[in-house]
């Protein structure tokens, strides 16, 4: 295969078009003529078909296609062992966005035909790695490689076959028509390698929800690890449905080691996507996690100056921010305040965005660990805590809303008004049907 060819594929299912045509610009016609004609009878004729994407993801990883359709996908020389050749068993998936339902990648691939025989075979040889490609729309996203022996892996595909031919073993002329996987059967395989990632926020979109959920337990336990004992953390999530079914952020926040305080909700007022399946949702929940301390699940009082605000949050989201999603800087600052008041800690935001936490923090006398995925957001947060003398006043605005008049005790003592805790309290008409319905 021409090299020059193998380049412009690469660069037009990884690259952006201005790529494209910049490689192309300083070739020589007889170079873009034979390019061309491999093109046109190899590929573009068949935009969609799993020989390109198969191509595409072995050459990425370093190996020689071979074509054809005996044997592996593709070879290479050891770089450590010479002579030693490793092979590749390439499985490429394609999810259309325009399919309906709309499917996402959840780093799946099948076996077509496959046999206890093809597994004993697979099994046997010992330099099989699998490669795992994931596009959209013919774009690449990632490509995964891991050995093709790993138990969890090779086990799913044996139970699928026992499922299959029951007698545990070959029929003849039967096959398994596909003997199928997906992310979680070598997930956790030590030697996963990621050979290529187009970036996280493209895959956080098209990732499989198990994916996406296992990742944040992951996140939010060694939250819980690094936390001092008695620390919170406050976890900010949506809602979500995926084909009908509702996502809630509460059914993966149980599997993790925090303590739930409080559900919070957000009122941002606004939101964008209206679409009349439901009702506008302009809500994000705010989750206070707990780390207890031995026994005490449920921590320190929070002073009344703090108690007095709502479990209800209303800020309208931020303006004039580069970042696509920043909160209000309000929300960072009543969570950190209430919390700590006048102690001082660390404080730390593992998807830091534009650093809107960590001003907040920094205003507020603390230290402060950001952590982003984004080069160009990074350097943001990091002017901005620099910087955070210019928030100072919107910080205070917030500040000036923790106050209270009278606290509970002192209202008691005096006689005053206490709801339905005071001496002569009487059921309004209002009150006996609002405990109607409780
Ligand atoms: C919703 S935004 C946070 C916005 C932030 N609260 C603010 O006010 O600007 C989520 C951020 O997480 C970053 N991110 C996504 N995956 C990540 C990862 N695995 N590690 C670190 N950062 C990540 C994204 O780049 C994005 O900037």
Same mark, same amino acid.
């Not at 160009?376 to 990091?382: C, N, Q, V």
């Given at each position: 295969?021409?090299?020059?060819?193998?380049?412009?594929?690469?660069?037009?299912?990884?690259?952006?078009?201005?790529?494209?045509?910049?490689?192309?610009?300083?070739?020589?016609?007889?170079?873009?003529?034979?390019?061309?004609?491999?093109?046109?009878?190899?590929?573009?004729?068949?935009?969609?078909?799993?020989?390109?994407?198969?191509?595409?993801?072995?050459?990425?990883?370093?190996?020689?296609?071979?074509?054809?359709?005996? +044997?592996?996908?593709?070879?290479?020389?050891?770089?450590?062992?010479?002579?030693?050749?490793?092979?590749?068993?390439?499985?490429?998936?394609?999810?259309?966005?325009?399919?309906?339902?709309?499917?996402?990648?959840?780093?799946?691939?099948?076996?077509?035909?496959?046999?206890?025989?093809?597994?004993?075979?697979?099994?046997?040889?010992?330099?099989?790695?699998?490669?795992?490609?994931?596009?959209?729309?013919?774009?690449?996203?990632?490509?995964?490689?891991?050995?093709?022996?790993?138990?969890?892996?090779?086990?799913?595909?044996?139970?699928?076959?026992?499922?299959?031919?029951? +007698?545990?073993?070959?029929?003849?002329?039967? &096959?398994?028509?596909?003997?199928?996987?997906?992310?979680?059967?070598?997930?956790?395989?030590?030697?996963?390698?990621?050979?290529?990632?187009?970036?996280?926020?493209?895959?956080?979109?098209?990732?499989?929800?198990?994916?996406?959920?296992?990742?944040?337990?992951?996140?939010?336990?060694?939250l819980f690890r690094v936390a001092?004992?008695?620390?919170?953390?406050?976890?900010?999530?949506?809602?979500?449905?995926?084909?009908?079914?509702?996502?809630?952020?509460?059914?993966?926040?149980?599997?993790?080691?925090?303590?739930m305080r409080q559900e919070i909700? /957000?009122?941002?007022?606004?939101?964008?996507?209206?679409?009349?399946?439901?009702?506008?949702?302009?809500?994000?929940?705010?989750?206070?996690? &707990?780390?207890?301390?031995?026994?005490?699940?449920? +921590?320190?009082?929070?002073?009344?100056?703090?108690?007095?605000?709502?479990?209800? /949050?209303?800020?309208?989201?931020?303006?004039?921010?580069?970042?696509?999603?920043?909160?209000?800087?309000?929300?960072?600052?009543?969570?950190?305040?209430?919390?700590?008041?006048?102690?001082?800690?660390?404080?730390?935001?593992? &998807?830091?965005?534009?650093?809107?936490?960590?001003?907040?923090?920094?205003?507020? +006398?603390?230290?402060?660990?950001?952590?982003?995925?984004?080069?160009?957001?990074?350097?943001?947060?990091?002017?901005?805590?620099?910087?955070?003398?210019?928030?100072?006043?919107?910080?205070?605005?917030?500040?000036?809303?923790?106050?209270?008049?009278?606290?509970?005790?002192?209202?008691?003592?005096?006689?005053?008004?206490?709801?339905?805790?005071?001496?002569?309290?009487?059921?309004?008409?209002?009150?006996?049907?609002?405990?109607?319905?409780?």
């Amino acid at each position: 295969m021409n090299q020059e060819l193998i380049n412009v594929i690469k660069i037009y299912s990884t690259g952006s078009h201005e790529e494209l045509n910049s490689y192309i610009l300083g070739k020589s016609k007889d170079v873009l003529i034979g390019m061309l004609n491999d093109l046109l009878t190899m590929y573009i004729n068949d935009k969609n078909s799993s020989t390109i994407r198969e191509f595409i993801t072995v050459n990425i990883a370093g190996y020689k296609h071979k074509e054809g359709k005996i +044997g592996y996908n593709g070879f290479k020389q050891d770089s450590f062992v010479s002579g030693k050749t490793i092979m590749c068993e390439a499985k490429p998936k394609n999810v259309d966005t325009n399919s309906k339902p709309l499917r996402k990648l959840n780093g799946g691939g099948n076996f077509t035909d496959y046999t206890f025989a093809r597994l004993k075979k697979d099994k046997k040889e010992k330099n099989l790695n699998m490669l795992i490609s994931g596009f959209v729309d013919g774009k690449l996203i990632y490509i995964l490689e891991f050995p093709f022996n790993y138990n969890t892996f090779t086990k799913r595909l044996e139970e699928q076959l026992h499922h299959r031919f029951k +007698g545990g073993k070959d029929m003849s002329g039967q &096959y398994l028509r596909s003997a199928n996987f997906d992310y979680k059967y070598f997930i956790d395989c030590r030697n996963l390698r990621t050979v290529y990632l187009l970036n996280r926020e493209k895959l956080e979109q098209y990732k499989a929800e198990d994916v996406y959920q296992k990742n944040q337990i992951e996140v939010l336990n060694e939250l819980f690890r690094v936390a001092k004992t008695g620390g919170s953390f406050f976890y900010n999530h949506k809602v979500r449905w995926e084909k009908g079914k509702m996502l809630h952020p509460i059914d993966w926040l149980k599997k993790t080691k925090w303590e739930m305080r409080q559900e919070i909700i /957000w009122d941002r007022m606004i939101a964008a996507n209206i679409r009349g399946w439901r009702f506008w949702q302009v809500e994000e929940r705010i989750y206070w996690l &707990y780390k207890p301390q031995g026994n005490d699940l449920i +921590g320190e009082e929070l002073k009344s100056k703090h108690a007095l605000l709502s479990s209800i /949050w209303r800020f309208s989201p931020e303006q004039n921010n580069l970042h696509p999603a920043p909160f209000p800087l309000a929300l960072p600052v009543r969570a950190i305040y209430s919390v700590m008041d006048d102690k001082r800690g660390l404080i730390i935001d593992p &998807y830091c965005g534009s650093g809107t936490t960590l001003a907040a923090a920094k205003i507020l +006398g603390h230290d402060y660990l950001g952590i982003e995925i984004s080069q160009e957001y990074a350097k943001l947060a990091e002017k901005r805590a620099r910087n955070f003398r210019e928030e100072i006043d919107c910080a205070n605005e917030e500040i000036s809303r923790h106050f209270v008049m009278k606290t509970f005790k002192e209202r008691k003592e005096n006689g005053e008004f206490t709801g339905r805790y005071g001496k002569n309290y009487r059921k309004s008409k209002e009150q006996k049907t609002l405990e109607l319905f409780a």
